[in-house]
């Protein structure tokens, strides 16, 4: 969620909500944003012309460091990593967290909603090969297979519905094959 807050609020207020979620969340990260300006310059090489870096929010991170939760000037993050769980569970922990970040801050305006799933879907390889038309609606095909073997792909498809404006991303990706199988990385 991205939120824009209609008061300047002092980033330590973000460290204090995150309180409330210390049983579950114990550790305690902070975020920063950083901003860098180069121009060009003759070698020797020279350090950025600008560079600013400023505490933006907190990270508080499960036992385990797989689910982490975000609370930002500018908005909220959940994320759940590998491995992963149910939907529902996920879902009914970020809405808690967020109706926790929510309530601090209800005159915030909601900006932005999205949700990122991270795929690795693992291909077996028969010969060294892996046909990923078998596996996947788009496929990549090469006319000189035999003279140039395919070696790895990137693929990225913008899809919207006309009807509400919403829309998806879609990325796709190999990276280089480990004990027989090529994986690919899908991002939602």
Partial sequence: MQVALPQVIDVERLKELGKALQPEYPQVR???????????????????????????????????????????LDGFTFNRLAPYISWEDMHGKGLAAWQHYRSAFPDGKVTRVATRFLNRILLPLDHGRAELDDYFAVGTKDPHEETLPFVGFISNQVFIDLKTGFGANINMATQPAVNEQVPIYSRH
């Fill in 30 to 72: 902070p975020q920063f944003v950083a901003m860098a300006i180069f121009q060009p310059q003759p070698v020797p090489l020279s350090p950025p012309s600008l560079f600013n870096q400023e505490l933006r929010g907190y990270s508080f991170l499960s036992s385990d460091s797989k689910e982490i939760v975000q609370y930002r």
